[in-house]
């Protein structure tokens, strides 16, 4: 097996750090007292989110930081989390434009998710996951 280069450990610190900001954003926005303190955009999302769409959510985030933890142990079941998130952004993403438009962040997230998934196939072909 092939030695990963050095950016691969920053690539995939970075694809947990972010991943797991979702997370803490998703345990959030599961507490009522603290989405009732939030700007009412944010209260408007969260509160016209169906089950499905908040499932995908959790999906989404905790799915990206377990791929991102498989990468950082670098095996190749990586990708398959991480194209697990990917779609489940995907229909985060698509229900959130439907409910309020086009969102800065909504791009981010699906573009992160993206490159993410991107970089795991390229690795896997790579030789640098098992």
Known sequence: MAKPHFSFWIIAGLGLV??????LNFITQMNADAVAKMPELYQLIISSRPLWATLAFGLAVFGGAVGCILLLLRRDMARIALLVS??????????????????PSTILALLVGAALFWYSSIVYRAGWLR
């Open 18 to 23: 972010w991943n797991l900001m979702g997370c």
């Open 86 to 103: 990917l779609v489940a952004i995907l229909l985060t993403v698509g229900q959130t434009i439907s409910a309020v438009g086009l969102a």
